[in-house]
């Protein structure tokens, strides 16, 4: 299982600072396709969460079904997703 980068992890906690613990352990568990970076998926999960648990658990259960869906509601379906990403994360 892919292990959650800095700059998600940090992010994580800011959204989720009562529950981090729980979530990131939930979120390291999360099985990634592997033609998909890890880090993209685990951001698209905390950008459609929102800092909501009850959203969270609907963006890890897309992550799980559906991920382009969630790459897409995440806004980093497209070729310009890493550049969102550090714009939302920092850089790496």
């Given at each position: 299982m892919p292990v959650v980068t800095d700059r998600i992890r940090e992010r994580l906690?800011?959204?989720f600072p009562t529950v981090?613990?729980?979530?990131?352990g939930r979120l390291e568990r999360l099985t990634v396709a592997?033609?998909?970076d890890?880090?993209?998926i685990h951001a698209a999960?905390?950008?459609a969460a929102r800092g909501n648990l009850s959203m969270f658990d609907d963006a890890l259960e897309h992550a799980r079904d559906d991920?382009?869906?969630l790459l897409d509601r995440a806004g980093l379906a497209d070729?310009?997703?890493p550049g969102r990403l550090d714009e939302s994360f920092g850089p790496t």
């Open positions: 906690v800011e959204d981090s613990p729980a979530v990131l592997p033609q998909v890890p880090e993209r999960v905390l950008i991920w382009r869906d070729a310009g997703w």
